[in-house]
């Protein structure tokens, strides 16, 4: 039983929820959520053995179906999106696998929006393409292209808002009833945002996607995720995931719920840094572009604002001299990590077109506007003044 009781939780602000929902306490009376480690659960009696093993009784029996700090992490997470279930997952990808294994049959169709993670990417193209169920990639932002794309058997829209690395934005609001005149559900990966700043749900979307991996955790440590809904969808998602096994370890959860105490802090910080550092080095006389949506300039800026409650912490910008400018600014820097991994105190850069979209041919690399002097850095907690000092070094290394 939670602690919070679970009548108040409708009343609650968000922060109040980040920090408290969700969470039990033992007979130890522990302050902080207790870490769960352990695989299976014993029972008192061979009868409550057959009992909880049966259904008749609820319980844990083993941690691939249930642990209590998971429990606690998935009904924090829940609470914070607005939705009555969350199922927590190993990583992002196994909240996307999970979702599709949960929702999809060979000779199904969805449509995704070309601008999503790399993997997610390759998992429709090529995973999922074994098992009959084709995909077809679709622009964010134009809504023409998704309902020309759809087909008899198109049961999935899966969208991710802002996109990586060029900051686009997509209508939730009207992707979903779009979706919902077709009988479509609609999945939002929500990574960028996280329930701080955007709410799929309530804007009509069906499923929020999660990689914990990113903002939830905030610290770079665990890898984890998660896919968050109505009660009816989500036990679809868990039949998957307690019989396939990608379930989220205790460890891991434990490390997010933590992370969650502090997101909305967080995800302020991020998009505040990153904002100052876009109004930036849009004035540098070295960058070309910058794309931010927090920018008025952005060509969504409006929508953004609408749909979120602030910009978030990944921006990107072309400098001059292509691939070896940019490389040389990379190179330049000294307080950022060199890294793809985002969501983190710690800012990062990366060379989109070399590492994270490296795959893609030329053609593709064009049609999705990853060029060579693009450069996509995500915001860190450092100090703002720091940072500008840091892309000053990487400005004066390009000579
Ligand atoms: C990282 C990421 C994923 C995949 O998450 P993992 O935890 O690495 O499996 C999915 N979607 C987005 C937007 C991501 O950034």
């Not at 759809?150 to 686009?168: M, R, W, Y």
């Not at 820097?333 to 979209?357: C, F, R, Y």
């Amino acid at each position: 039983m939670s602690i919070l009781p679970q009548e108040l939780w409708d009343d609650l602000a968000f922060d109040t929820l980040a920090v408290r929902a969700g969470m039990t306490r033992t007979q130890e009376g522990e302050h902080s959520e207790a870490l769960f480690l352990t695989s299976s659960f014993a029972f008192g009696s061979a009868a409550q053995a057959a009992a909880r093993f049966g259904g008749t009784e609820a319980g844990n029996i083993y941690s691939r179906f249930t642990n209590p700090t998971v429990r606690t992490f998935e009904e924090r997470l829940a609470a914070l999106e607005g939705a009555e279930r969350a199922v927590a997952t190993s990583s992002g990808m196994a909240a996307i696998l999970a979702t599709a294994l949960a929702f999809l049959s060979a000779g199904d169709h969805v449509v995704c929006s070309r601008a999503v993670f790399g993997t997610t990417n390759v998992l429709f193209e090529k995973y999922l393409k074994k098992f009959g169920v084709q995909t077809t990639f679709v622009s964010l932002t134009d809504i023409n292209e998704w309902q020309a794309a759809i087909q008899p058997k198109t049961k999935l829209f899966f969208l991710e808002t802002p996109s990586n690395p060029l900051c686009e934005v997509a209508d939730i609001a009207a992707l979903a009833a779009l979706a919902r005149q077709h009988h479509i559900l609609l999945a939002v990966d929500n990574c960028f945002c996280t329930p701080a700043l955007q709410k799929p749900l309530a804007l009509g979307a069906d499923l929020v996607i999660h990689s914990a991996t990113k903002y939830l955790d905030g610290q770079g440590r665990a890898l984890g995720g998660a896919v968050v809904g109505s009660h009816k969808l989500l036990e679809e998602v868990y039949g998957v995931i307690r019989t396939c096994g990608p379930s989220l370890s205790a460890f891991n959860a434990w490390i997010f719920l933590k992370g969650l105490e502090t997101l909305r802090l967080r995800m302020e910080a991020h998009s505040a840094n990153a904002l100052a550092l876009a109004t930036w080095l849009v004035e540098q006389p070295q960058v070309v572009a910058v794309n931010y949506t927090g920018l008025p300039s952005h060509p969504q800026h409006q929508l953004a604002a609408q749909q979120q409650r602030a910009f978030g912490g990944v921006l990107s910008f072309v400098v001059q001299g292509e691939r070896e400018g940019a490389w040389r600014f990379i190179d330049g820097t000294q307080v950022m990590s060199i890294t793809a991994n985002l969501g983190d105190a710690k800012t990062t850069i990366t060379h989109p077109a070399s590492t994270t979209h490296g795959r893609l041919s030329p053609e593709a690399k064009a049609a999705a506007g990853i060029t060579e002097g693009l450069i996509r850095i995500a915001v860190g907690l450092e100090d703002i003044a720091d940072l500008k000092a840091d892309c000053e070094r990487g400005f004066a290394n390009m000579g």
